[in-house]
């Protein structure tokens, strides 16, 4: 059974500041998502994350992927209030199929 | 970009009716689609996964009975809950892929039982 577990769950923050998210997945896989939601919405598509050593980057986030070390990260450089949501990591159960496991999610609040 | 819609957005219904949840594809053909639920600050757990023209497979823990699924065309697929109850209430999502597409997702459905 594919599990991803996502680290810290809850992180509170202050603008201006740098933190990491962490994503550790126990299956073998290739393809890895993040996407953003706010409350009450649905989620945002982040990053599409294709194999190993890749990093993209959109505005303060930036996201990269080992999978020797099943291991991905979320970056978040000189947060700022907007960025306040709450963040999950998905890995593909069956490479291709895209039958996503999604990560516990972690709550980030960037406070002024 | 891809664009999915979900309808409703919010529904409140008494205890013992069915929902009906549509998800539709407005500008790609959806070979494949899937429901989520999601309790408050929980995740989102996999109900089921739909393919155009053909049964849906449900998550283990899934009622085939209670969440019906069907994908009767490459732009439709709809989430029925037959004779809700209140620990039904959540958050349904749905997404939908193409061939060597990505997921997009719907913007949610609030389901509320009382």
């Known amino acids: 059974e594919l599990k991803v577990e996502q680290n810290p769950l809850f992180l509170s923050m202050q603008e201006g500041k740098n933190y990491t998210i962490y994503c550790n997945y126990s299956?073998?896989?290739?393809?890895l998502y993040w996407y953003r939601q706010d409350p009450g919405k649905s989620l945002e598509s982040l990053f599409v994350?294709?194999?190993?050593?890749a990093v993209k980057q959109e505005g303060r986030l930036m996201a990269s992927l080992d999978t020797k070390a099943r291991l991905s990260t979320l970056h978040i450089t000189a947060a700022v209030h907007d960025l306040s949501a709450t963040y999950f990591c998905?890995?593909?159960?069956?490479?291709?199929?895209?039958?996503?496991?999604f990560g516990q999610g972690t709550r980030l609040t960037i406070n002024p | 970009g891809a664009v999915v819609s979900q309808h409703p957005s919010w529904v409140i219904c008494k205890s013992g009716t069915s929902v009906k949840i549509e998800c539709r594809s407005l500008?790609?053909?959806?070979?494949?689609m899937f429901w989520y639920r999601q309790f408050p600050k929980q995740s989102l757990m996999l109900m089921a996964t739909?393919?155009?023209?053909?049964?849906?497979?449900?998550e283990q823990g899934v009622e085939k009975d209670k969440f019906l699924i069907n994908h009767a065309s490459l732009t439709l697929s709809t989430l029925t809950v037959t004779s809700a109850h209140p620990e039904d209430s959540s958050f349904y999502i749905c997404?939908?892929?193409?061939?060597?597409?990505?997921?997009?997702f719907g913007d949610g459905t609030r389901l509320s039982i009382l």
């Open positions: 299956t073998t896989s290739d393809r």
């Open positions: 994350l294709l194999s190993n050593g």
């Open positions: 500008d790609f053909q959806a070979t494949t």
């Open positions: 997404s939908a892929k193409g061939p060597n597409q990505p997921q997009h």
């Open positions: 998905a890995v593909d159960l069956i490479q291709g199929a895209q039958k996503l496991v």
């Open positions: 739909s393919n155009e023209g053909s049964k849906a497979t449900y």
